[in-house]
């Protein structure tokens, strides 16, 4: 027989442990509110037309902007694209149409490494086989690091979203005729094609903050530039210099080059997520 | 010759069907074609062949990378790297210790402040909270994790410090001060700081593996407690979390992986100080924020071979927490179909 004592006893706990994940969630919203918050109060007052088009003035002097930053990531994350996405797609249709074996278990492991080296290591060894062997630091190199950083997060949702494809509609193609290789290409790759976006997105949005591996790769530069075996700026390490800079002038261009960072990650990751639910409704309901 | 495929027609329910029966060996189909187009499909096999053994490469050129180039350090040092706590680059003596120590304790104090409200938000989501919430809150859980590191570190410098140095540091001393624990000038920045930003960038990771695995959880075991006369936190705790505990390890360590190689964030609030201290108010410094810190202003072989073997160490260290990690998330979410985890 429960007492009443107990039963109380019971209900207390539960209304203490119920309200105990309300106060976890609240405090686990709050730094998000609190860092959106801040970005938008301190940046927004920063932002001018200067700061998305001109280059950085010498230091004590007032103006100037983050467009050579901006641009050089947008060229970065090119580089880092064009290497990690057919690297990454490539691998995702080998684990998914011919790694049911011991070598697939063995490339999917590996992936998984990849996804879990911490950037900077990643930065340390672009340096040690690009940088060194081009006597430069370079757009190529911070490229070529962000790049492999993709490859992983590709792989695996790409090798997930052709698993999802039935086996029969690979059946419908192959029973026409239609080589393997091409039924691949554009029976099964097409269906799953949404997915795949989503995955590269996502991949897409990871590193574009990142700043570890740019640090002795594309290094940064307070100029223009386009080619491909000179020192580039990047927008996460003009964030960075600036914020550990003792100038206000360059703590109120960090605040603004954040915000315009976070509009553009969050921008995707939203996009994302709202094309990844209606495919979901749309595939599962 | 090879065997040709058994290939049934036979028609039959699709749930009892089983996956590979009917799977069709690509080189075998290709002996049918045309000799033009005999030759496609492997060539399209060994294109995507190639591109999962890069990927291979790029994980083996990283090893051989960090093992080639800390060679000359770990002649010199033998095992005393990772025990010696002098840090010297004028006099060339290099140990590690520090940066260990620093690594271990801004990642320790991460877990204590992110396990409980990573758990805690993911309960809240999966069993507490209202369903028109769930999606909102799931998202913005979601958006930490999106937000890059660097942001977190502008964050860190010029809003998290100033609040620990002004309200929360004092006020740690004199309630918890006689722990030695939190004891010095709260400068803000140091290492609780490295460990208040690295607690809020891995909550987002332990608290979706959590929900991952809560949501695994059978209907049945939370029915089953409930039918016994159970309260909601009763069955969270018999019912939900016993089941799921495994896979919640498994997002701790995952989380205790990204926090042990986080670099930006940490190198910007740690105070970059290559020293030991008792107290959580002194600036300290990480393995993968002396290497940030360091790198590119390392003259001399035997500097740059010390702060490669750091990285080493990093890769070793990260490998076997995420392995461990992967382990025990697969442990619990095998067998489970897709959709019932996304």
């Not at chain 1, 930053?69 to 080998?94: D, H, K, N, R, Y």
């Not at chain 1, 011919?98 to 990643?122: C, E, H, M, Q, W």
């Not at chain 2, 350090?73 to 010297?88: M, P, V």
């Not at chain 2, 382990?327 to 067998?335: I, K, M, N, P």
Request: hydrophobic share 55%.
């Amino acid at each position: 027989m429960i007492s009443a004592a107990t039963s109380l006893r019971r209900q207390l706990a539960n209304a203490v442990a119920l309200s105990a994940t309300a106060i976890a969630a609240v405090l686990v919203v709050l730094p998000l509110v609190t860092i959106f918050g801040y970005l938008v109060y301190k940046g927004i007052g920063a932002i001018n037309w200067d700061l998305l088009t001109k280059i950085p003035q010498p230091v004590g002097e007032a103006g100037g902007g983050l467009a050579n930053g901006i641009w050089g990531s947008g060229l970065i994350l090119l580089v880092a694209s064009a290497i990690g996405i057919p690297l990454g797609i490539g691998s995702g249709v080998f684990l998914a149409e011919y790694g049911r074996t011991g070598y697939g278990n063995i490339v999917r492991f590996t992936a998984d490494v990849l996804n879990g080296v911490p950037s900077i290591v990643i930065g340390t060894t672009v340096y040690a086989l690009v940088v060194v062997t081009q006597k430069h630091f370079s757009l190529l190199a911070g490229g070529i690091a962000l790049g492999i950083m993709m490859v992983p997060t590709v792989t695996r949702s790409t090798e997930e979203m052709l698993r999802m494809v039935p086996q029969s509609v690979r059946e419908a193609a192959l029973g026409l005729g239609i080589p393997y290789w091409r039924t691949t290409v554009s029976v099964v790759l097409r269906s799953a094609a949404s997915g795949i976006i989503t995955g590269i997105m996502l991949a897409f949005a990871r590193v574009a903050g990142e700043t570890a591996p740019l640090l002795f790769t594309a290094f940064g530069n307070q100029f223009w530039n386009f080619k491909l075996n000179q020192p580039t700026a990047a927008l996460p390490l003009q964030i960075f210099n600036y914020a550990i800079s003792p100038f206000d002038e360059w703590h109120r261009q960090a605040w603004a080059g954040a915000l315009v960072l976070i509009v553009l990650i969050v921008g995707t990751v939203s996009v994302v997520r709202l094309f990844a639910n209606r495919g979901l409704r749309k595939g599962h309901a | 010759m090879e065997a040709v495929p058994k290939i049934k027609f036979k028609p039959r329910p699709a749930a009892a069907r089983p996956k590979e029966s009917l799977r069709i060996e690509p080189r075998s189909v290709s002996v049918l074609l045309p000799p033009a187009r005999r030759f496609a499909d492997p060539a399209f096999r060994a294109l995507v062949l190639l591109c999962a053994i890069s990927l291979l490469a790029v994980v083996a050129l990283i090893i051989l990378e960090l093992v080639w180039h800390s060679q000359m350090s770990i002649h010199s040092f033998g095992f005393r790297f990772f025990i010696d706590s002098a840090w010297d680059p004028v006099g060339g003596n290099f140990g590690a210790l520090p940066f260990i120590y620093g690594t271990l304790v801004s990642s320790f104090l991460a877990l204590v402040i992110a396990v409980p409200l990573a758990v805690g938000v993911a309960l809240f989501t999966t069993e507490v909270c209202p369903r028109g919430l769930r999606g909102t809150l799931s998202f913005m859980v979601e958006l930490l994790a999106a937000i890059p590191s660097v942001i977190y570190g502008l964050w860190g410098i010029f809003v998290l410090a100033p609040l620990l140095r002004n309200y929360v540091e004092p006020w740690l001393a004199r309630t918890l001060g006689w722990t030695g624990l939190f004891e010095g000038a709260p400068y803000g920045i140091g290492m609780l700081a490295a460990g208040v930003i690295l607690a809020i960038m891995i909550i987002p990771i332990v608290a979706s593996i959590t929900r991952e695995v809560v949501m695994a959880v059978p209907h049945q075991q939370r029915e089953a407690v409930l039918a016994l006369g159970a309260t909601r936190w009763e069955v969270m705790r018999t019912g939900v979390l016993r089941n799921a505990r495994a896979g919640i390890a498994g997002g701790i360590i995952l989380g205790l992986g990204r926090a042990l190689g986080e670099t930006m964030a940490v190198t910007m609030v740690i105070g970059n100080t290559p020293q030991i201290a008792h107290s959580l108010f002194a600036p300290g410094s990480t393995l993968a924020s002396v290497i940030a810190n360091e790198f590119t202003e390392a003259t001399g072989d035997l500097y740059l071979s010390a702060l490669v073997e750091i990285g080493l160490a990093l890769f070793i260290i990260t490998l076997i927490v995420n392995v461990l990690a992967r382990l025990l998330v697969w442990s619990v979410t095998r067998g489970v179909p897709e959709r019932a985890i996304a």
